[in-house]
């Protein structure tokens, strides 16, 4: 995900947040529904000084915002000591070593406040003394039974009580990780479509693909080789001079893994693209 937003991205996240098409904002700022369209798109024009005006005052939302100088929306004056921060955590803030649009995300979704809750229940211990108690009542019965039964120490129910132990640091770690993986399983669900966001495709089952589409063309060997090639870089086929052809096909005869292995008489000869 970017670091930070465009000035088009801002402005395109701020009216579908608000559930509007470009005719219903258009019709509520005074502004062309034109303009709005060329200020959303990606390599949108310079937006006016009288636009950011009427969109800030809109969306109830800083000029700065709306620039991209900031990255707070609705609370540029907030006094520093009423965020509650450390001097070690501002420092890591102004350090900008990592992303802090992904910070203020993971921070703002609803699952943190139990990441955070489960974490501290750890770090403070808040739950040792209970989870010893377990433990206890679990010691106590396994020496009753092997006072009464003496059974073997591979013993079924023996290794049950084993097994029903509770490792503090295994069952927090545990939690803690399931709370953190729902939270950047939704973060990434939502970013999914961001334009630098990689794509979701599987390089075996491309190649797999684009074998199989190859092998079932009605041409010859070397043409195959080509239409597999095209493929994994994204080439359409069909689009091919002659000229384009024949030089693939003379890059691809170079290549020692596509060589045939064992020598045949009457070996083919390459007529054309389209010749078979």
């Known amino acids: 995900m970017n670091r930070n937003l465009t000035i088009s991205e801002r402005l395109k996240d701020l009216r579908v947040e608000r559930g509007l098409n470009l005719e219903e904002l258009s019709a509520q700022t005074g502004l062309s529904k034109s303009a709005l369209g060329s200020y959303e798109a990606e390599d949108g024009k310079d937006i006016s000084h009288r636009s950011i005006v009427a969109l800030s005052r809109f969306y109830g939302v800083s000029a700065d915002y709306l620039l991209g100088l900031t990255e707070i929306k609705n609370h540029p004056n907030e006094a520093l000591d009423e965020l509650h921060l450390s001097d070690e955590m501002i420092e890591v803030l102004k350090s900008e070593a990592f992303n802090p649009r992904l910070l203020c995300e993971m921070a703002a979704h609803p699952e943190f406040i139990k990441f955070l809750t489960d974490a501290e229940i750890y770090v403070d211990g808040l739950a040792a003394m209970q989870i010893q108690t377990i433990n206890s009542y679990v010691d106590v019965i396994r020496a009753q039974i092997l006072d009464r039964f003496h059974p073997n120490t591979m013993d079924l129910y023996l290794r049950t009580l084993d097994a029903a132990h509770i490792s503090e640091d295994d069952y927090f770690c545990n939690a803690v990780d399931r709370d953190l993986n ?27 693909q684009a074998l199989e589409e190859a092998s079932n063309y009605p041409g010859s060997r070397e043409e195959k080789h080509v239409i597999v090639l095209c493929k994994q870089l994204g080439i359409d086929y069909d689009s091919l001079t002659p000229e384009e052809f024949r030089m693939l096909i003379k890059v691809l005869s170079k290549a020692k893994r596509l060589q045939n292995p064992i020598p045949q008489r009457g070996k083919y000869k390459y007529k054309g693209k389209g010749h078979k």
Request: aromatic share 0%; charged share 35%; no cysteine.
């Open 182 to 208: 729902a939270i950047l399983r939704d973060l990434h669900e939502k970013h999914k479509k961001d334009s630098n966001s990689a794509e979701a495709s599987n390089p075996a089952s491309d190649l797999k």
